[in-house]
């Protein structure tokens, strides 16, 4: 039809009024105006570079900085201090010459053991956030689009038969267990099938019981976020690492799993207020689908808060992590990370403050700096403060 | 009424109750009675004009033809098939067809994608292969509503209300669609930017042979567009006309009272002196009968009692009103 109109209408074209500037230019400008959030920014890009580069130079067989090389008669050296060349050998030589940071009481260079330990503080941190915030985005996603769905009883059942089905299987009870397992997934696929082929088929009376309406996947969802919130996360983070074998991706997936209900709260409020939007019912009459809605034209829109509040979980994040290597639960030993460090150092606080100085100070000023980042996010994302702009 | 074969849409009897939920297991308090009970039909290539205060439910009709929301009663017939039961994979082919433009410019467009983008949308449920010719029809859609074919890679809030409702306007047509629904499309712009939608409005539909839903709470407006009107109170339509009809002869009082609303060009034509008593807040339980009554000016007994029928007063001239008689004449003075 439109390709038949011969002529545009004769109006004159509309052009835009506002100047050309791409989203990026335009949250620049509101950023700069943030002294602390710029500070924070750099020391964000400082430490990513150090992280990095740390990872570089302290991996492998024949590290450039070896964090665990020991020399027991160099042991407690503060600061900037010279090495005693007469009492080493050639390979225990420091590579700046210099102890930049001191030693700690195994003799061992405390700055090569810093810039290990910061590949762990920012692998925890951002791998541990994007666990969160993908469960979180996720969880909110179904709750804020699809939450005003029922479970039906049928569904409930089917879930109790499965998880009780596994249980036995894990308890030494194989054959009830697949019974119990293979009934549950007749039934979904018997489901599965009844929706190809019978397409609005009404049940039959006598199973009208099964498909009564439970709970909402909106309570369902947010009071399992309420549950979660009720456990003080760092003991039950420490209750889980306690049980399982220490490493660093176990300390990662837990942390994870313990914080992304903050994540799902955001996203499922943005998400409630989005799709009552003129924009999302647009595209609803357009016949785009659901997935497509939800993922291009509601993500974006929701996306700023979860940013905020992963960059500050990312914070919180490599603290949790520094608190657990502090308590000796946190990723073993030799390999460093800054909570060890510290950890290792406090029974020297006296003879040797750097040894608590240096990673303390470290972790102040990249959770600062991860907060500050953040909480300048928060000001420029907020669309209140876009719209003067 | 008009038999239903050059009707783009007919909707019989539609009806939309929302509940209003309480206390801590949500139970339901009261209904609010949104849509209760509407008949509108839509000729091929012609517009209705569908009027009504704000809240009585108009928005509400626009999004069950829709299927944004399932109406609970009643039928909604898009050329010859019902789809007031569709599910949303039967509507797939529908939607093409039946478009919305919205009121408010700002909420209206995704203030992430760029202009060309939401366009492209419709252009992509169409089947367009993206490159070239996809690139080509949206500066085509883009010249059709009268904004500049570079407006495709700037983000919504570079316009203003106007050319909002321009791009609001062209992603609509981008599905190539037979009906399109203009919910209040002008009621949020400045005075001076309406006529030129309305315009816009205008000669899309001579170009294109587009039906139009249009709604409207300013009756004024109504009579630049539309060949015919439903005057809707409180999800009643209380009069059905051709638009001259109603602009000469308006039976319902509450068409009445809109009419007189409107400022007079000629200061000398006496204005009828008609003046709404106190409103009562929708969400309280109705009474029965008519759903003016404790407004209207010419109340009697009997409109408390009972819904009254939609009655024909003229050719295509409806009236729902206890007072007017069987004859067409008003039992009231007008
Ligand atoms: N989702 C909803 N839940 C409850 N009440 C609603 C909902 N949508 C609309 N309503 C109510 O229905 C009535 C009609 O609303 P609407 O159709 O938007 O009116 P209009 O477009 O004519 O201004 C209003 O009283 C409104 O409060
Ligand atoms: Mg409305």
Known sequence: ?389 | MNSANHNILQIKDLKKYFPIRKGFFQRVAAWVKAVDGVDLEIEEGKTLGLVGESGCGKSTVARMILKLLEPDEGNIIFRDQDISRFSEKDMKPIRKEIQIVFQDPYGSLNPRMTVGQSIEEGLRILGIPRGEKRRGRLEKLLKTVGMSPDSADRYPHEFSGGQRQRIGIARALSVEPSLVICDEPISALDVSIQAQILNLLKDLQDQLGLSYLFISHDLNVVGYLCNKVSVMYKGNIMEYAPTEKLYEHPFHPYTQTLLAAIPEPEPGRKQAAITMREDIPISAPPPPGCALQGRCPHEAPECRDEKMPFVKVGEDHFVRCWRVGQNGVARYEP
């Open chain 1, 1 to 389: 039809m439109i390709e038949e109109s011969a002529s545009p209408p004769d109006y004159g074209l509309e052009q835009p009024l506002a100047p050309r500037r791409t989203r990026l230019e335009e949250f620049w400008l509101l950023f700069r105006q943030n002294r602390l959030a710029i500070m924070g920014l750099i020391i964000f890009i400082l430490f990513f570079c150090i992280a990095f580069t740390g990872l570089l130079l302290t991996s492998g067989s024949d590290p450039v900085f070896d964090p665990s090389l020991v020399r027991l008669q160099e042991k407690l050296r503060a600061p900037f201090s010279k090495p005693h060349l007469e009492t080493l050998r050639p390979n225990e030589i420091p590579t700046l010459g210099i102890y930049l940071l001191g030693t700690d009481d195994l003799g061992r260079d405390v700055f090569s053991r810093m810039l290990q330990g910061a590949w762990v503080s920012l692998t925890v941190g951002f791998v541990a956030v994007g666990i969160s915030v993908i469960i979180g985005i996720f969880m909110g996603g179904i709750a804020g689009y699809f939450g005003q769905r029922h479970i039906r009883l049928d569904q409930v059942l089917v879930t109790c038969l499965l998880s009780a089905g596994a249980a036995l299987v894990f308890f030494n009870q194989a054959k009830w267990g697949a019974v119990l397992l293979v009934l549950g997934h007749a039934y979904i696929f018997y489901l599965l099938l009844m929706r190809l082929i019978a397409v609005r088929k009404i049940p039959p009376k006598r199973f009208e019981l099964l498909h009564l309406d439970t709970i909402s996947i909106d309570t369902l969802i947010m009071r399992l976020v309420d549950i979660m919130l009720c456990f003080p996360s760092f003991f039950l983070i420490l209750t889980v690492v306690a049980l399982l074998p220490a490493s660093i991706y176990n300390i990662m997936i837990v942390i994870g799993l313990t914080s992304w209900m903050g994540t799902t709260r955001f996203v499922r409020a943005e998400f409630l207020s989005l799709r009552e939007q003129d924009f999302v019912a647009a595209a609803r009459a357009l016949g785009v689908d659901n997935f497509r809605i939800i993922f291009r034209h509601m993500m974006p829109n929701a996306i700023a808060p979860v940013l905020v509040s992963a960059t500050i979980g990312i914070a919180t994040a490599i603290l949790t992590e520094a608190g657990l290597s502090f308590l000796g639960f946190g990723v073993p030993p030799p390999h460093a990370t800054w909570g060890n460090i510290l950890s290792d150092g406090k029974n020297f606080i006296f003879d040797a403050p750097w040894l608590t100085f240096v990673p303390g100070f470290s972790i102040l000023v990249v959770v600062l700096a991860f907060n500050l980042f953040g909480e300048g996010l928060r000001d420029v994302l907020n669309p209140k403060l876009r719209e003067r702009h």
